[in-house]
């Protein structure tokens, strides 16, 4: 399948959006624990999609279609180097081959970083997502911010059990 790579503006939003929601629904039915509030209509998307598009994002078209974007939702310095977070909900692609995608997303984010002398990338993904695991791994990012959603019910009894704080150390054995 032939792709093109472009940089994304503002008129883009509503298109980025859109596509965000179909994946967020797909997340939805592989992890029900994902609220459904986080995407609701989109709206909430809105805003950090803008702030992406104005640190730098970057689309991939299929046959006219945004079918994968890579944004960057903030820069930083952390630890001495410029940093750019990649945020949950500025990536995705609707592509089966997800690694081709994020690989050419990347690269084309990838020289726009390099032209910021932006050294550290870091992309916050979904832990329980094998295949977008091992994708962003392959490309470079570290695993420290894959988080993962767990149920957080009631457990029967855990009313019972009692809870102590001790505040000197020398009596903790």
Same mark, same amino acid.
């Given at each position: 399948m032939k792709y093109s790579v472009i940089t994304l503006s503002e008129k883009d939003i509503?298109?980025?959006i859109r596509m965000l929601l179909q994946l967020y629904a797909k997340e939805r039915e592989a992890n029900p624990l994902l609220p459904n509030q986080i995407m609701g209509s989109g709206s909430e998307a809105e805003?950090?999609?803008k702030r992406a598009i104005s640190n730098g994002a970057v689309g991939l078209l299929s046959e006219g279609q945004i079918i994968g974007f890579l944004g960057i939702s903030a820069l930083f310095k952390f630890k001495g180097q410029q940093a750019a977070l990649l945020g949950e909900l500025c990536h995705g692609t609707l592509q089966n081959n997800r690694l081709e995608a994020y690989q050419l997303l990347y690269k084309a984010l990838g020289e726009h970083l390099q032209r910021q002398r932006t050294q550290l990338h870091i992309i916050a993904h979904f832990a329980h997502d094998r295949l977008l695991q091992e994708s962003v791994f392959q490309l470079g990012f570290g695993a420290f911010l894959a #988080?993962?959603?767990?149920?957080?019910?009631?457990?029967?009894g855990a009313a019972d059990? #009692?809870?102590?704080?001790e505040n000197d150390f020398a009596t903790i054995q």
């Open positions: 509503s298109a980025v805003l950090p999609i #988080e993962r959603i767990r149920d957080l019910t009631a457990i029967d059990i #009692e809870i102590f704080q």
